[in-house]
């Protein structure tokens, strides 16, 4: 992939984030002391906040290699 669309994905992934990190304070469970625990919605936050890192690590990776060349 290149940097560009390697940047898209991430602001994809960013966007849904914000999308469910807006629904995730109006859960039921989110009044709960452990509710964070059991929360499919913070489940799923935490995947793509691992899946962001993992592609700007990608990004910064391949601008490093573009400044080695040059």
Same mark, same amino acid.
């Given at each position: 992939?290149?940097? +560009? !669309? *390697? =940047? %898209?994905?991430? $602001?994809? @992934?960013?966007?849904?984030? +914000? !999308? *469910? =990190? %807006?629904?995730? $304070?109006? @859960?039921?469970?989110?009044?709960?002391?452990?509710?964070?625990?059991?929360?499919?919605?913070?489940?799923?936050?935490?995947?793509?906040?691992?899946?962001?890192?993992?592609?700007?690590?990608?990004?910064?990776?391949?601008?490093?290699?573009?400044?080695?060349?040059?």
């Amino acid at each position: 992939m290149s940097i +560009d !669309e *390697l =940047q %898209e994905e991430v $602001d994809k @992934l960013l966007e849904e984030m +914000d !999308e *469910l =990190q %807006e629904v995730c $304070d109006t @859960l039921p469970q989110c009044n709960e002391d452990d509710g964070c625990a059991t929360c499919e919605t913070n489940k799923k936050i935490e995947e793509l906040e691992q899946k962001i890192e993992e592609l700007e690590n990608k990004v910064e990776a391949l601008l490093g290699e573009e400044e080695d060349d040059e």
